[in-house]
């Protein structure tokens, strides 16, 4: 290797390094280590580096700190899964392809519609993507976008916008929910339940919002939600796109993430990415292939209102098999863990001097808390304690601090949450 880069020694391969970084004498092993012995020992120095403690999460704000069981990984995990590409050959691909047809199954359940795809890359992406949709469908470009929508996902849709020249409006919340105008022409009317403030929004009147307006109603739902709240789809909702990390995938630094999507049938030849549909082979077996495939841009592309032709795989068959191991009850179990949390967490921080709710209305899993010293100041200060303390609001809700209690948070771990909270707040 020195030789074909023309160096005389591994001194100069290694020059640009600093002096003052490199070890003089090596390092301190005892010669002949066996390679597990070595990498064992590696370790532990390496983990000299951490600079914080393992910090217990109250963040949220899209992603979250949900349990992900063992079966759940092992499953996952599993050669015939991890190594699994292509679909477009269903001969070779049954097992991914029926996992992918019971994950549009469950999906659709929990939006309450008729049909799911095979999953998009995030729920951002499928944002985009439902508005492209009703757009298209409704044939008006203006898009009325609830401030109660996650902002990052409002950012990307705006960044889509600018290409393909929707209008899109922001529609302000009052009291921690949005305030539908009452008149007004769109073709997409989007708002996410429970918003980004953590309220739980009101989709009847969403519903009713989108019928004035003309438009398809775009709701963005949180799937953990579903084990205790109504449908979208009951609601009246067209479109239903999320966020589908909470079912087993880890935060991972903020990815790989998981776009959720279904619509009603109606609107099938227009759902964007894969659709998986059961069939028959030729020996009268039941068999599973993609569908509907014009909708890939293979065919008339000039009407095509999406370009998605992927869609997450391996994250979408980690959701089904953890909504698998979930059922109906496990879901509803989750669900309420995670909705008794934040009703302790947020009544113990109010009780605190200075701190105060964001909004009145119901929340859920997430809630929004003014603090008397800044948010961002209180997150920093958290971190010394031992906490992710949440997410500092983006600058258009106004200083405060968002919280996120998953069925991972102990009454222990919130009880040292709050009193930490208490003393960085003085």
């Given at each position: 290797m020195l030789a074909f880069l023309g160096l005389a020694s591994a001194d100069e391969l290694f020059a640009a390094v600093p002096a003052a970084l490199r070890l003089a004498g090596g390092l301190d092993m005892a010669p002949g280590l066996s390679e597990p012995d070595v990498a064992a020992e590696m370790g532990r120095l390496a983990a000299a580096n951490s600079v914080f403690p393992q910090l217990v999460c109250f963040a949220g704000g899209g992603v979250y700190d949900h349990e992900v069981p063992a079966a759940t990984r092992s499953l996952t995990n599993r050669s015939e899964f991890v190594t699994a590409y292509t679909p477009y050959q269903p001969e070779v691909a049954q097992g991914v392809l029926q996992m992918l047809f019971e994950y549009q199954t469950m999906v659709a359940r929990l939006a309450g519609l008729e049909v799911a795809n095979a999953s998009l890359y995030d729920g951002a992406s499928a944002l985009v993507e439902g508005v492209n949709l009703a757009v298209a469908a409704s044939g008006r470009s203006t898009v009325l976008a609830s401030r109660g929508v996650n902002p990052s996902w409002r950012a990307v849709l705006r960044t889509f916008a600018a290409g393909t020249g929707h209008d899109v409006i922001d529609v302000d919340l009052v009291d921690g929910v949005t305030a539908w105008p009452a008149e007004g022409q769109a073709g997409a009317v989007v708002v996410q339940h429970p918003n980004y403030l953590g309220c739980l929004e009101d989709l009847a009147e969403a519903r009713r919002a989108a019928d004035r307006a003309g438009a398809l109603l775009v709701v963005a739902s949180d799937p953990v939600a579903a084990g205790l709240v109504r449908s979208p789809g009951s609601y009246?909702?067209?479109?239903?796109?999320?966020?589908?990390?909470?079912?087993?995938?880890?935060?991972?630094?903020?990815?790989?993430?998981?776009?959720?999507?279904?619509?009603?049938?109606?609107?099938?030849?227009?759902?964007?990415?894969?659709?998986?549909?059961?069939?028959?082979?030729?020996?009268?077996?039941?068999?599973?292939?993609?569908?509907?495939?014009?909708?890939?841009?293979?065919?008339?592309?000039?009407?095509?209102?999406?370009?998605?032709?992927?869609?997450?795989?391996?994250?979408?068959?980690?959701?089904?098999?953890?909504?698998?191991?979930?059922?109906?009850?496990?879901?509803?179990?989750?669900?309420?863990?995670?909705?008794?949390?934040?009703?302790?967490?947020?009544?113990?921080?109010?009780?605190?001097?200075?701190?105060?709710?964001?909004?009145?209305?119901?929340?859920?899993?997430?809630?929004?808390?003014?603090?008397?010293?800044?948010?961002?100041?209180?997150?920093?200060?958290?971190?010394?304690?031992?906490?992710?303390?949440?997410?500092?609001?983006?600058?258009?809700?106004?200083?405060?601090?968002?919280?996120?209690?998953?069925?991972?948070?102990?009454?222990?771990?919130?009880?040292?949450?709050?009193?930490?909270?208490?003393k960085v707040v003085r």
């Open positions: 009246g909702a067209d479109v239903v796109v999320g966020e589908g990390q909470p079912f087993g995938t880890p935060m991972s630094f903020g990815g790989p993430l998981l776009g959720l999507f279904a619509c009603r049938l109606s609107h099938v030849r227009r759902l964007p990415g894969r659709l998986v549909g059961e069939t028959v082979d030729v020996e009268g077996r039941r068999a599973y292939v993609t569908t509907l495939r014009t909708r890939e841009q293979d065919i008339r592309r000039e009407k095509a209102s999406s370009n998605v032709c992927t869609n997450q795989t391996l994250i979408a068959v980690a959701c089904a098999i953890q909504l698998s191991w979930l059922g109906t009850g496990g879901l509803r179990e989750l669900a309420l863990r995670c909705a008794r949390g934040a009703r302790y967490a947020r009544e113990a921080l109010l009780a605190i001097d200075g701190v105060v709710a964001m909004a009145p209305a119901p929340v859920l899993r997430e809630f929004a808390v003014r603090t008397p010293v800044p948010a961002a100041t209180v997150v920093e200060r958290m971190a010394d304690e031992g906490f992710l303390a949440g997410i500092a609001l983006p600058e258009e809700y106004g200083d405060g601090l968002l919280v996120a209690v998953t069925e991972r948070r102990t009454r222990d771990e919130i009880d040292r949450y709050v009193e930490a909270v208490e």
